[in-house]
C-alpha cells in the first residue's frame, strides 16, 4: 500500500513569506500529527488532526496552522517567516481505534529552509 | 505537564557490542512505542508495548515495558553498522487525549 505522501521535499522561502505544506496519509487512517524537527533536536509535536479535528496541539506560536480534509488530507501552514522556523517537517498518519494507537507512519517530511 | 526522559542522549559502541536506551515516564503510560530514525531518514516505527512487564524480542532487539508501566527500554545485541541511528520512545499516557509523549532520543554512534 502506498505510504505516507509529503509534497514538496524541499522549499526555500524569505523571511516573512508564508509556506503551505501538504501531507496524504494511508488510506484508512485518520490521525494525522505534524512535527518539526531541527538538526541534532527530537521530534517536536506540531499538532494532531483526528476527523477533520484538531485534537492535540503543541507549544507552537500562532503562525504555525494547519488543517485535514474530508479525505483525511492535511495541511499545515506557517505565516510570516523566520530564520529559526528551517527545519525539517515531518507529518505521520495512524490507525487508532478507541484509545488504541497502532503506531505512527512517517512521510519523508519537507525540508524548509528560510533566508 | 508529562514527560518522557530518554537517555543517555548519545551512545558511543564499537561493532559487535551491546546497546541499551532506557525512558522514564513521569506518569503511568497505556502504552510505549519505540522508533528507528536512519541518518537522513525519517522515524519508523518498531513496535508497541502495552502490558505491564512486558518483553518483546525481534532478531537482536529486546523491548522492555516496566511493572509500573512507567519505564522501558530498548536492548540491542551486538550491534551492526546497520542499527546505527537515533531512538526514540514514545508513550501514551492514559489521560494524554491520545496524544503521544515522545522522548529525545538516543543517538548509536559505531566507532570506527
Known amino acids: 500500500k502506498a505510504g505516507v505522501t509529503q509534497t514538496p521535499r524541499y522549499l526555500i522561502k524569505t523571511r516573512g513569506q508564508q509556506v503551505t505544506l501538504s501531507c496524504s496519509p494511508i488510506?484508512?487512517?485518520?490521525?494525522v500529527s505534524w512535527y518539526q524537527q531541527t538538526p541534532g533536536q527530537g521530534l517536536q509535536f506540531l499538532f494532531e488532526y483526528f476527523s477533520e479535528t484538531q485534537r492535540n496541539k503543541g507549544n507552537f506560536p500562532g503562525r504555525f496552522s494547519g488543517r485535514q480534509f474530508s479525505n483525511s488530507r492535511s495541511e499545515m501552514n506557517v505565516s510570516t517567516l523566520e530564520l529559526g522556523d528551517s527545519a525539517l517537517y515531518l507529518c505521520?498518519?495512524?490507525?487508532?481505534?478507541?484509545?488504541?494507537?497502532?503506531?505512527?507512519?512517517f512521510g519523508s517530511g519537507t525540508r524548509l529552509t528560510v533566508v | 505537564g508529562q514527560q518522557v526522559m530518554q537517555i543517555p542522549q548519545y551512545q558511543h559502541v564499537q561493532e559487535g557490542e551491546d546497546f541499551t536506551t532506557y525512558c522514564n515516564s513521569s506518569?503511568?503510560?497505556?502504552?510505549i512505542q519505540w522508533y528507528k530514525q536512519r541518518p537522513g531518514g525519517h522515524p519508523v516505527f518498531l513496535i508497541q508495548?502495552?502490558?505491564s512487564g512486558e518483553v518483546k524480542k525481534q532478531k537482536r532487539l529486546t523491548f522492555q515495558f516496566g511493572e509500573a508501566k512507567k519505564n522501558s527500554s530498548l536492548h540491542i545485541t551486538a550491534t551492526q553498522t546497520t542499527d546505527v541511528g537515533t531512538y526514540f520512545c514514545?508513550?501514551?499516557?492514559?489521560?494524554?487525549?491520545?496524544?503521544?509523549?515522545w522522548g529525545a532520543g538516543t543517538k548509536l554512534i559505531i566507532k570506527p
Open positions: 508495548l502495552v502490558k
Open positions: 505521520a498518519s495512524s490507525l487508532v481505534a478507541g484509545t488504541t494507537n497502532y503506531g505512527y507512519t
Open positions: 488510506s484508512g487512517h485518520r490521525s
Open positions: 506518569t503511568t503510560l497505556s502504552n
Open positions: 514514545a508513550g501514551l499516557g492514559r489521560d494524554s487525549n491520545y496524544q503521544l509523549i
